[in-house]
């Protein structure tokens, strides 16, 4: 298994190390390396991902979402862990820890300064980064397990990892409405 | 801060193969500070941080404390990197330091964790943001603002914490226990690695000063910040283990 102290973006034949999975997985972080690129030239910013389905509520400022943090439905937090543990258990079951720890390891290496906030004393914003880490870590566990089990058979996870992997941070069910931003917002840049 | 025979004093040691060239003392002591970092971010991460997300009592606690957790997980492997480029991977030689055994069962608990075990580490990291071998003060350094960060969250949440008369004495009971926990953390009074360590200009402080500075940062935690009482400690300690 590779050994990796520093990544700043997945490693070549990461999908194959993975072994099940792990091209959702690669793809996925390659998306989500993509959507964070810092921009070539300042005072432009990545354009706005591509509008997911219309049943996201879309909230286009950083004030906006973060406010919705504190909000966020617990059930629905409840029922990614218990996903996310469910996906765990069976991929030490089969065996394939290893492979487990590879991928959270790696999605880590990848995501964590990426998502650096500008200000080390923002705590709004290594919140949004820990939002983020928290379900960047649940959707690869999912994304390994997927297939092997019914854990995530109405395909939630599979969903969430769609958003990330195109530029949206799922913030999550507020009020019956499931809201989401782009990383440019949720990180405090301007838009296009 | 104690006078020293150091014989890197305001030296600098720029890498590995510099350190080399000094010989074996100097990169078996760089290599114990290192692989200590190595262990105890590890297992700071996996025993206080990680476990302690599912704690948090509201989504962006949540968040914030999984933030945190992959932070003290980074430093693991930067200090782990640190320790492959000088040779001197041996990290888990040893077990974790003993303030790794206190069990953390709720909120309030990890929330003193972070305002006094890492309060600890900021101490030990200043010291060594003056260290003799550039790689590791230039990492140390670069870890502070995340360590300081950390260390604000713990103070200002002990705040809301302790002011709340449901929550006071749990806020009280985890950090004394911490504390006294954590005196080890900084070694024996009569360490001859430490002697060795600041002869070299690795370190500058005894670990008898490093923990009366910890003590006098606790001290202004509870009775300034938290309006509680500290418990009687003793800056010396000649335990056998840390």
């Known amino acids: ?192 | 801060m104690s006078d020293t025979l150091g014989v890197l004093m305001n030296q600098v040691v720029s890498g590995p193969a510099e350190a080399r060239a000094l010989g074996d003392e100097y990169i078996t002591a760089v290599g114990k500070i290192v692989n200590s970092h190595v262990r105890n971010e590890a297992a700071g991460a996996a025993i206080f941080d990680e476990p302690s997300i599912a704690l948090a009592p509201t989504p962006r606690e949540k968040w914030l404390a999984c933030r945190m957790a992959m932070e003290e997980y980074g430093h693991h492997l930067k200090f782990n990197k640190l320790a492959a480029d000088l040779g001197v991977e041996d990290p888990y030689a040893r077990s974790p330091l003993s303030v790794f055994e206190y069990e953390v069962g709720s909120w309030t608990e990890y929330v003193m964790t972070k305002a006094i075990v890492d309060l600890a580490e900021v101490v030990l990291m200043e010291d060594l943001s003056h260290c003799s071998y550039l790689p590791l003060r230039k990492l140390c350094r670069s870890l502070m603002p995340e360590e300081r960060f950390h260390v604000g969250f713990g103070t200002t949440t002990a705040r809301q914490l302790a002011a709340d008369p449901a929550k006071r004495d749990d806020v009280r009971r985890a950090a004394h226990e911490l504390i006294t926990t954590t005196l080890p953390f900084f070694g024996r009074s009569d360490s001859r690695n430490n002697e060795v360590f600041r002869r070299w200009g690795i370190k500058r402080m005894t670990n008898d000063e490093c923990r009366a500075e910890f003590v006098r940062r606790t001290r202004a935690l509870l009775e300034d910040e938290l309006g509680l009482d500290h418990p009687e400690v003793d800056v010396r300690w000649h335990g056998t283990s840390s």
């Open chain 1, 1 to 192: 298994m590779a050994r990796h102290f520093e990544l700043s973006e997945p490693p070549a034949g990461l999908a194959g190390e993975l072994g099940r999975g792990g091209d959702r997985v690669e793809r996925l972080l390659h998306g989500f390396c993509e959507a964070t690129r810092p921009s070539a030239a300042p005072g432009f910013t990545s354009p706005a991902p591509a509008r997911p389905a219309t049943r996201f509520t879309v909230v286009l400022d950083r004030g906006t979402a973060a406010a919705t943090m504190d909000l966020v439905d617990p059930g629905w937090l409840a029922d990614l862990d218990r996903r996310r543990a469910a996906a765990r258990s069976r991929l030490l079951e089969a065996g394939r820890e290893d492979q487990l720890e590879l991928a959270e390891h790696v999605a880590m290496l990848v995501a964590t300064p990426r998502l650096d906030p500008a200000d080390p004393q923002d705590a709004e914003a290594r919140a949004v980064s820990g939002a983020l880490l928290w379900l960047i870590g649940t959707v690869v566990a999912g994304a390994l397990a997927g297939g092997d089990g019914g854990e995530d058979e109405d395909g939630t996870l599979a969903e969430l990892a769609d958003l990330l992997e195109s530029g949206w941070w799922p913030i999550g069910r507020v009020n019956g409405r499931f809201l989401i931003t782009p990383y440019t917002a949720a990180r405090g840049e301007p838009r296009d």
